[in-house]
Nanobody, 116 residues
Framework: QVRLVESGGGLVQPGGSLRLSCAAS????????MGWYRQAPGKERELVAT???????TYADSVKGRFTISRDNAKNTLYLQMNSLKPEDTAVYYC??????????WGQGTQVTVSS
């Protein structure tokens, strides 16, 4: 059974940084394209960043230049480095496969709150 466990969220002031992690188990993590998604209150879940099995990345325009997605296949872990955080980045962040039609059951997510 595949399990995705996100961590690293918290409360941070505008302009601050956080590093999220997603530990995957029960799957051959290294061969899958992965993504970070987020869902803000009252909004639909959106794709934030993707990374292919070979390390090619894409970003939503709203986070380009501020967020960096990476992966460590030896550790079955996905990362999201978030810098210059803004209040509009406040959301629950999730990881999953990209595209979602191949996705697994969602993990619990990790809450990111950007506020002064």
């Amino acid at each position: 059974q595949v399990r995705l466990v996100e961590s690293g969220g918290g409360l941070v002031q505008p302009g601050g940084s956080l590093r999220l992690s997603c530990a995957a188990s029960g799957t051959i993590f290294s061969i899958h394209n992965m993504g970070w998604y987020r869902q803000a209150p009252g909004k639909e879940r959106e794709l934030v960043a993707t990374i292919t099995s070979r390390g090619s990345t894409t970003y939503a325009d709203s986070v380009k230049g501020r967020f960096t997605i990476s992966r460590d296949n030896a550790k079955n872990t996905l990362y999201l480095q978030m810098n210059s955080l803004k209040p509009e980045d406040t959301a629950v962040y999730y990881c999953n496969r990209d595209p979602l039609r191949y996705g697994y059951a969602w993990g619990q997510g990790t809450q990111v709150t950007v506020s002064s």
